[in-house]
T-cell receptor
């Protein structure tokens, strides 16, 4: 099976712009979770989508949003970019929602976002 | 909230030797899962091993094994016969099971241990 794919791999934006990142899960996986990785804060949970519904959300401002499509592909959007949003954004897929018990999450290669 | 602590920011080991990476966690739940992930310079997060809290038997995957001490809330990773390809950041992670919040906070990660393999 193909792994989790993320596009684009690299992105450079300026403050105030918005950005959309895409994640395609492993075939058959219905849950997609997003994480932000920075040197200072480490890996932090953003949100999780299952069956086109946001099931869980981490402690991030409303500028961070997402959605999931019927084919389980997910997009993450960040509006009004700030310098502190520069990070590696990782998505992970699992067969079912973590709310239903500890499926392993498989990660994509990440999108490196730089905000200037 | 659950916390995961990796007290070793960096470890170094000779090729072919054995190394143990430490991880402790704090939770009031009894239903949870623990993972070790590896992140090489490519930044791809790769699953190394998984442990279900209800299983007393320690998980093993080839050269990788864990020492899971539930009462002590300790979950260390042992890498035997270290290879150059094992060089990476290693992250310990926790997620609640279905009967304890079901991962409402996603995976909780430690800060990571940078493993260096000396040839």
């Amino acid at each position: 099976k193909a792994g989790v794919t993320q596009t684009p791999r690299y992105l450079i934006k300026t403050r105030g712009q918005q950005v959309t990142l895409s994640c395609s899960p492993i075939s058959g996986h219905r849950s997609v979770s997003w994480y932000q990785q920075t040197p200072g804060q480490g890996l932090q949970f953003l949100f999780e989508y299952f069956s086109e519904t946001q099931r869980n959300k981490g402690n991030f401002p409303g500028r961070f949003s997402g959605r999931q499509f019927s084919n389980s592909r997910s997009e993450m959007n960040v509006s009004t970019l700030e310098l502190g949003d520069s990070a590696l954004y990782l998505c992970a897929s699992s067969p079912k929602s973590p709310a239903l018990g500890g499926d392993t999450q498989y990660f994509g290669p990440g999108t490196r976002l730089t905000v200037l | 909230a659950q916390t995961v602590t990796q007290s070793q920011p960096e470890m170094s080991v000779q090729e072919a030797e054995t190394v143990t990476l430490s991880c402790t966690y704090d939770t009031s739940e009894s239903d949870y899962y623990l993972f070790w992930y590896k992140q090489p310079p490519s930044r791809q997060m790769i699953l190394v091993i998984r442990q279900e809290a209800y299983k007393q038997q320690n998980a093993t995957e080839n050269r990788f094994s864990v020492n899971f001490q539930k009462a002590a809330k300790s979950f260390s990773l042992k890498i035997s016969d270290s290879q150059l390809g094992d060089a990476a950041m290693y992250f310990c992670a926790y997620i609640g099971g279905m009967y304890s919040g079901g991962g409402a906070d996603g995976l909780t990660f430690g800060k990571g241990t940078h493993l260096i393999i000396q040839p």
